[in-house]
């Protein structure tokens, strides 16, 4: 993958085409009796050895760049989506800061309300009790509408019935969906540091 990046694909790009889809595929395996956990867990980490690679080689963003956080909720352990929403926001020029997984719904409104970002990200991969699940998104969504934050939704938990009960700025079904979507807050200048 980081061949493919110092080839000219964007971190986004193989988040999206190489990545995201190689998961996938490792979950049909599993499904089907085909992969071993061990074999998820290995990948997992790899992945995430890579992605921390990828900062390496990004530009670097502007220290007044806008803020964008996000992670999981609590029964939540996925990791992987949301390091790579905040590999592929940094790409784009914002100061994103993933707070990993299984937060607590009272301290990710904490973090909001002290960190005060323009854009806040929630990866929902698994959910042990929808009730308790929209109990704490509610207090997300309670720190969120107080400041005027726009809320980006996504994750494989997410189905048509449960997003009724949701109230978010959008929806995103890939990385670069939520790309777009944040590229629409930024100002004509990516936020990034010049190299010249």
């Known amino acids: 993958a980081l061949n493919l990046y110092l080839g000219g694909r964007s971190v986004t790009q193989i988040c999206d085409e190489e990545l ?5 595929r490792l979950g049909v395996g599993w499904e089907h009796g085909e992969t071993e956990v061990y074999q998820e867990r290995r990948a997992c980490e790899i992945c995430h050895h890579l992605l921390y690679g990828f900062r390496g ?4 963003v502007s220290p007044d760049a806008p803020l ?29 800061e993933s707070y990993g997984t299984g937060l607590p719904g009272e301290t990710f409104a904490a973090a909001i309300r002290h960190r005060r970002p323009r854009l806040v990200w929630l990866s929902v991969s698994s959910i042990a009790s ?5 109990r704490q998104y509610e207090t997300v969504v309670e720190a969120v509408e107080e ?3 726009a809320l980006v939704v ?19 079904q890939t990385f ?3 790309v777009s979507f944040a590229t629409s807050f ?3 200048s990516s936020g990034r540091v010049s190299e010249a």
Do not use: I, K, Q
């Open 176 to 178: 670069a969906h939520v």
């Open 68 to 96: 964008a956080l996000g992670g999981t909720l609590s029964d939540d352990p996925y990791a992987l989506a949301t390091a790579m929403v905040e590999v592929c926001l940094r790409e784009n020029g914002w100061m994103a």
């Open 186 to 188: 930024l100002p004509s």
């Open 147 to 149: 400041l005027g934050v």
């Open 130 to 134: 929808e009730a308790a699940f929209l």
């Open 57 to 60: 080689f990004l530009p670097s």
């Open 20 to 24: 995201a889809s190689s998961f996938h």
């Open 154 to 172: 996504g994750g494989r938990a997410l189905d048509d019935a449960l997003r009724r009960e949701m109230s978010y700025a959008t929806f995103c």
